[in-house]
């Protein structure tokens, strides 16, 4: 077993290979972060993981027929029943939406969460670069972080509208953190178990790093 910097066993990450993400980028970023990372589709490795890494790149559609054949939905979802942490990033983010609409094409995702990605309303296609963000006060995710932490972008689709509440008052309320490209669009969410990031950590620099930390230190 591998020990992290701290001398604590370090939390073991799938990161899901299902033929759509920069998972070797991915790979290395979290191992930077102290975690013991293993790329696979294997199912008992992906379900028996402290956590699961979800990238995305590419179109919607794409992404989740890969994601389907690989089982990818199946997986997610028990590890979210039982309480598992998931993380998403990029279209990995956009694909535990409802929907999907590209080209005037609409797909289902995964209706983790309501809502359609839908494409960016903003003078300049695709959003490409740093970008900072709006997050909540009481974010875990972004513990740590100035107001200013800028972190890198590339897409062309987001969600542009929250519809989920929490209706059980036992229940913690969604954070979600936005960031504005033309008209603001959700950049993070974290749920319960479940969180996710429309940009890429792993190209984000030192905030990256120390947003994946965040994510890690709660496994």
Same mark, same amino acid.
């Given at each position: ?17 299902? *033929?759509? $993400? ?5 790979? !290395?970023? &979290?191992?930077? +972060?102290?975690? =013991?990372?293993? %790329?696979? /589709? ?13 990238? *995305?790149? $590419? ?5 989740? !027929?890969? &994601?389907?054949? +690989?089982?990818? =939905?199946?997986? %997610?979802? /028990? ?141």
């Amino acid at each position: 077993m591998e020990l992290s910097s701290t001398g604590s066993t370090a939390k073991r990450v799938v990161v899901f290979d299902y *033929g759509f $993400g920069n998972v070797r980028s991915a790979e !290395r970023a &979290l191992a930077r +972060a102290g975690a =013991d990372v293993e %790329i696979t /589709r294997d199912y008992d490795r992906a379900m028996n993981a402290d956590g699961l890494l979800v990238p *995305g790149v $590419g179109a919607f559609a794409a992404c989740m !027929r890969g &994601l389907k054949e +690989a089982r990818g =939905d199946w997986i %997610i979802d /028990r590890r979210l029943s039982g309480g598992r942490p998931v993380m998403g990033i990029c279209v990995g983010m956009q694909i535990l939406f409802a929907r999907g609409i590209e080209h005037g094409v609409e797909t289902d995702g995964l209706d983790e969460w309501p809502g359609a990605v839908e494409p960016l309303q903003a003078d300049i296609v695709p959003h490409m670069g740093w970008n900072t963000v709006d997050a909540p006060a009481d974010s875990e995710l972004f513990a740590g972080l100035d107001a200013d932490a800028r972190f890198y972008f590339v897409h062309s689709y987001a969600v542009h509208d929250w519809d989920l509440e929490a209706h059980n008052p036992a229940m913690a309320a969604p954070k979600v953190t936005w960031s504005t490209h033309g008209k603001p669009f959700v950049a993070a969410v974290e749920n319960g178990a479940l969180w996710a990031t429309q940009f890429h950590p792993e190209k984000s620099g030192d905030a990256g790093a120390q947003l994946l930390n965040n994510w890690i230190g709660t496994l």
